[in-house]
């Protein structure tokens, strides 16, 4: 399998792996400068494949394997002590990272994911809504949302290509139970989407988790409430989080990057990956 990544690379210390959800890259690269600022750190950003019209391989077909090309992202850059951050769909990625294992990969944090199912609380499907309903179930001060948002974006089927229509597998949560990294779930109290009942169901799939729920925030955290998501991530590391607010020297780079990798047959095995730079 070759995927062609997107990435924006903000190049510091620390490293935080930051997976954006079915509104694309937008909904996280406002965020994305602030764990760069506030702890120095190294921060990727890859746009999924299929998304904002990136390319995509015919046999990228499931979030197992979307997960699998992110960690050999990180085998490929030399990376360890890595603290991966998802939203909504990349929560559900984040989660599948986790559960592979590897020693790149320190630590999880799942902002308002989807991908567990669970009695009594469905997971809204965001197909044929109206702006004002998308909108009303997505935030908690409708103010902070985009004006330029016109309802379900046109990444949707590039979504519902890895989730399928349910945006649900069956078997996550059960598998949850084997996730090897520590692991923060995070969720704004207002979303509507995914509602907290679940937030907390998916929590408790995951031995050693911990959950916070977030005041005054619906389902995107990284927008409407950045600095609380930041400081809800600051338990992974020491703690703390520098006070300095001191830019890098670098500029931000934003690349593709070919990964190419055998399919797996089993979450538990993944091929190692050359890669080249394209630009």
């Not at 997505?138 to 974006?153: E, I, R």
């Not at 979504?159 to 949560?173: F, K, R």
Request: charged share 15%; aromatic share 6%.
């Amino acid at each position: 399998m070759t995927s062609e990544l997107t990435l924006l690379d903000l190049d510091h210390t620390r490293t935080f792996l930051l997976l954006h959800g079915g509104g694309g890259v937008p909904t996280m690269a406002g965020f994305a400068h602030l764990p760069a600022e506030r702890a120095h750190a190294r921060v990727l950003l890859p746009t999924h494949p299929g998304f904002g019209g990136t390319p995509k391989p015919d046999d990228l077909t499931g979030v197992t394997g979307l997960a699998r090309t992110y960690v050999d992202l990180l085998d490929r850059l030399d990376l360890t002590g890595v603290t991966v951050i998802g939203n909504s769909f990349g929560g559900w990625v984040a989660a599948e990272i986790a559960l592979l294992g590897s020693p790149r990969v320190s630590s999880a944090v799942i902002a308002n994911g989807i991908g567990v199912e669970v009695d009594g609380h469905p997971i809204t499907d965001v197909r044929g809504l109206s702006p004002a309903e998308l909108r009303n179930l997505s935030w908690h001060d409708q103010s902070k949302a985009p004006q330029q948002a016109t309802g379900p974006g046109p990444d949707v089927q590039a979504l519902i290509g890895y989730t399928g229509p349910a945006m649900a597998d069956p078997t996550l949560a059960k598998r949850l139970g084997q996730t090897p990294v520590p692991v923060h779930v995070v969720w704004g109290e207002s979303d509507g989407l995914v509602s907290p009942e679940y937030g907390k169901a998916f929590a408790a799939a995951i031995p050693r988790s911990t959950f916070t729920l977030l005041p005054r925030t619906g389902h995107l955290p990284q927008v409407e409430s950045p600095e609380a998501l930041l400081d809800a991530c600051s338990q992974f590391g020491d703690g703390t989080w520098p006070g300095s607010r001191r830019r890098s020297s670098s500029p931000p780079r934003t690349s593709s990057m070919v990964i190419c990798s055998a399919a797996a047959e089993s979450p538990a095995r993944r091929a190692r990956t050359s890669a080249r730079w394209l630009v």
